[in-house]
């Protein structure tokens, strides 16, 4: 009799328990809230985020400073483009004679390197890094318009009609490169019309001239530079809407 009660409770006990079971497995599991509003948020900022990394990258430039301010550099780089660049509380000077240079020691004539953030829709550049170009050389490519062989000097124009005058020192190597062969040349070979490249120093008497180092005559090249003038290059925006054009020197 005994046994038998125990057994009656063990059966209903676990019935019991089955049945606890099934209604928990029965029931239906509750769905997380979602915030539509906040996704929708989340994803504008991804999209306008991926959209500013597409519209700027990193990039260096080398230019002759034209015009500066507390905010902006102006430059006229190696292939005579104006260029913008903008300055900000983190940007970074630099001067290997002057260890306290900043945005009021830039002067115009001055050949800076920078590096920063282009933007492509303005074309502008806001500077990392702005270094002063102590002794970078200056590279000049067109052909000879002048020859004045009392100073020793040579004018050359460059393809946007701009001009540059290479002083001939007793430093300067002349090389001629005719039929593949670069030879030995000099100043009383040189002739007007002539296809040249000059690299040199600017001068620091005289920041309009270069005190030429190298010249090679290319002379089975023809520019006609003079004949066929370049169209003028639209540089970038200057924040305002309006447009610059470069003036040839």
Do not use: H
Not at 26 to 48: C, F, H, K, M, R
């Amino acid at each position: 009799m005994q046994k038998t009660r125990v057994l009656t409770l063990f059966l209903v006990c676990g019935l019991a328990f089955l049945g606890f079971v099934s209604i928990a497995l029965a029931a239906p599991t509750a769905t997380p809230t979602v915030d539509q509003a906040l996704i929708q948020q989340l994803g504008n900022e991804i999209a306008s985020k991926t959209a500013q990394l597409n519209l700027v990258e990193k990039r260096g430039i080398i230019g002759t400073v034209t015009d500066s301010s507390a905010s902006q550099i102006t430059l006229t780089d190696t292939n005579e483009n104006t260029r913008f660049i903008d300055v900000d509380e983190l940007t970074k000077f630099s001067s290997s004679s002057n260890s306290s240079f900043g945005i009021s020691d830039v002067k115009n004539g001055m050949t800076l390197g920078v590096l920063g953030l282009y933007n492509k829709q303005s074309r502008r550049i806001l500077a990392r890094d702005v270094n002063v170009m102590d002794v970078f050389p200056t590279i000049v490519f067109g052909e000879i318009s002048d020859i004045d062989k009392v100073n020793y000097e040579i004018t050359i124009l460059k393809a946007n009609g701009g001009k540059a005058v290479a002083e001939i020192e007793d430093v300067t190597k002349t090389n001629s490169f005719t039929g593949g062969t670069l030879v030995r040349s000099g100043f009383s070979k040189m002739q007007t019309a002539q296809t040249v490249s000059v690299m040199g120093f600017p001068d620091k008497q005289d920041s309009s001239k270069i005190m030429a180092s190298q010249i090679i005559i290319l002379s089975d090249i023809q520019l006609n530079y003079a004949l066929n003038p370049a169209n003028p290059t639209i540089a970038p925006s200057t924040g305002s809407g309006i447009k610059l054009y470069p003036i040839g020197k």
